[in-house]
Nanobody, 125 residues
């Protein structure tokens, strides 16, 4: 059974930094890509960042470009999201996701087959 376990969320002040981790288990082969999305009670699931597993190609949502960095450790089957210069509007539940098949629309949530339980990030002013 595939599992994605996120960690690293918490409370941080505006301008601060956090690092999220997501460990993937239960697969006999690596995913095509992994990604981070975020969601609030008033906002649909928003694409944050994605990284392809074999080539490390990255893509970012416009609202986080230049502030967030996604990376992966293939040996540990773990993806990270380094978040800097955090703003109050970054407050959300952050979800990790894994895509098992190639896709040209990695910004779309339905490209991903497996999801973590989410981790809360709260940015206070």
């Amino acid at each position: 059974q595939v599992q994605l376990v996120e960690s690293g969320g918490g409370l941080v002040q505006t301008g601060g930094s956090l690092r999220l981790s997501c460990a993937l288990s239960g697969r006999s082969f690596g995913p095509y890509a992994m990604a981070w999305f975020r969601q609030t009670p008033v906002m649909e699931r928003e694409f944050v960042a994605t990284i392809t597993w074999s080539t490390g190609r990255t893509d970012y949502g416009d609202s986080v470009k230049g502030r967030f960095t996604i990376s992966r450790d293939n040996a540990k089957s773990t993806v990270y999201l380094e978040m800097n210069s955090l703003k109050s509007e970054d407050t959300a539940v952050y979800f990790c996701a894994a895509a098992s098949k190639p896709s040209v629309v990695l910004r779309m949530w339905d490209a991903y087959d497996d999801w973590g339980q989410g981790t809360q990030v709260t940015v206070s002013s």
